[in-house]
């Protein structure tokens, strides 16, 4: 089988690019994913909050999910569900596998990565105590309750404050379960604002911040947690435990995006974020490579990995058909302290304009955000409040930075 484009993975960010992609002239394009259905996280993700920004409207996730689906299906393009990707080759090779063709060699002139993230799960913690049923991750809760209608449990206490889990501690108590508390180690919410307040203060659900939990107690079913208050350090502080009775534990600790493939084929990885390096187009350091959504770095809202997906898939469709070939000079995109990590991390040099996008690891009250380039200036921004918890971006014009050959610095300062 040979394809222009294979996608691998068929939720918002995979059906977005594919879209993008026949809109720009490539015809013979696969999407490969393993799940039973198009449509991803989307599909169990039933509260509204979706396509604001894109859409100007509340959807639910899989009404948003169907709106992209219909197209694909309208504009023919070929998918294979319930499929697994094995490996990709350097000789551009995708071995994938399902259980009506087999093992398949699917040769493609380009790949587009969109494979999402995983959360981080009680493994990857280092909490003492038994191991019990009752430990789940909010994101698997989220689909055993939504999707396949199982019980999860009555007294419920949730570590970490990242968007699944405030949106699961709104949703249990909505189906009459007592949501005891969110505990979070850090001294503020790593979700988004608005979670905050609809999930957890609409419905007095109290946030522990600077808090963990250090200790899962019971035999064949969770009875009860030890929490502590943590310092700045994460050091437990003594004479702070307190005791929770409860039969489940939903960890919302974190998402790692999916890029086991990518680091297969070498290439060039981010520390920081755990996606892959791109440019400005969302190529990899393998040119007929491309990555976009969550599998890239971690968004905050599925309307911007639709549209940081739709970039990438007009960017692999003209790789293909080579109309605007991709200039080789380009300069780096770094971040000084608080910023922890930019995207894209390469910028091809050219004209028009640029969103560059980036994360600190502390709050900003009345930022003040520089681009840099050497000692000018670019660009400067004013935000009122910034949080780890949401992604932040700032726009520039290539021609701003044009002739220059230096590291372009993202800033940010209290005002």
Not at 19 to 32: E, M, N, P, Y
Not at 372 to 392: A, C, H, N, W
């Amino acid at each position: 089988m040979k394809y222009n484009l294979v996608i691998i993975g068929g939720g918002p960010a995979g059906l977005a690019a594919a879209i993008s992609a026949k809109k720009s002239g490539l015809d013979k394009i696969l999407i490969l994913e393993r799940e039973h259905h198009l449509g991803g996280i989307l599909n169990q993700c039933i509260h509204t909050g979706f396509g604001i920004h894109y859409f100007d409207k509340e959807l639910t996730g899989p009404e948003y999910a169907k709106i992209f689906i219909d197209q694909i299906k309208q504009e023919h393009i070929s998918y294979k569900t319930a499929t697994t990707v094995m490996d990709i080759t350097d000789d551009q090779q995708v071995i994938a596998m399902n259980d009506q063709d087999g093992i398949m060699e699917i040769s493609a002139e380009a790949v587009l990565l969109a494979m999402g993230c995983r959360e981080r799960p009680r493994g990857a913690l280092d909490i003492a105590g038994s191991r019990p049923t009752g430990v789940i991750t909010a994101g698997s809760a989220q689909k055993m309750l939504n999707i396949k209608g199982h019980h999860i449990g009555e007294r419920i206490i949730i570590l970490g404050s990242g968007d699944i889990g405030l949106i699961m501690a709104r949703r249990l108590t909505l189906e009459g379960k007592k949501v005891i508390a969110v505990i979070e180690r850090m001294p503020y919410s790593n979700g988004l604002k608005r979670n905050i307040v609809q999930c957890l203060d609409d419905f007095n659900i109290p946030l522990l911040l600077s808090h963990t939990i250090t200790e899962i107690k019971g035999n064949s079913r969770v009875e009860s947690v030890m929490v502590h208050q943590v310092d700045n350090g994460f050091n437990i502080i003594k004479n702070t435990e307190k005791h929770y009775q409860c039969d489940t534990v939903l960890m919302s600790v974190g998402l790692i995006p999916e890029m086991e493939l990518g680091k297969s084929i070498g290439l060039d990885m981010d520390g920081q974020t755990n996606g892959a390096v791109v440019n400005d187009f969302m190529q990899c350091s393998k040119e007929w490579v491309f990555a976009c959504g969550n599998v890239l770095h971690v968004h905050d809202l599925v309307d911007y990995v639709t549209i940081e997906s739709e970039k990438a898939g007009a960017a692999a469709a003209e790789y293909v058909l080579n109309t605007t070939p991709f200039n080789d000079s380009s300069i780096n995109v770094t971040g000084t302290s608080p910023v922890v990590h930019v995207v894209p991390q390469k910028i091809l040099l050219g004209e028009g304009p640029l969103e560059i996008f980036f994360r600190t690891n502390r709050i900003v009250e009345n930022a003040k955000v520089q681009v840099k380039l050497k000692d000018r200036i670019i660009k400067t921004g004013q935000v009122m409040y910034i949080s780890p918890g949401e992604m932040q971006k700032i726009e520039i014009d290539k021609e701003s930075i044009a002739g220059v050959k230096a590291s372009l610095e993202i800033c940010v300062t209290e005002a």
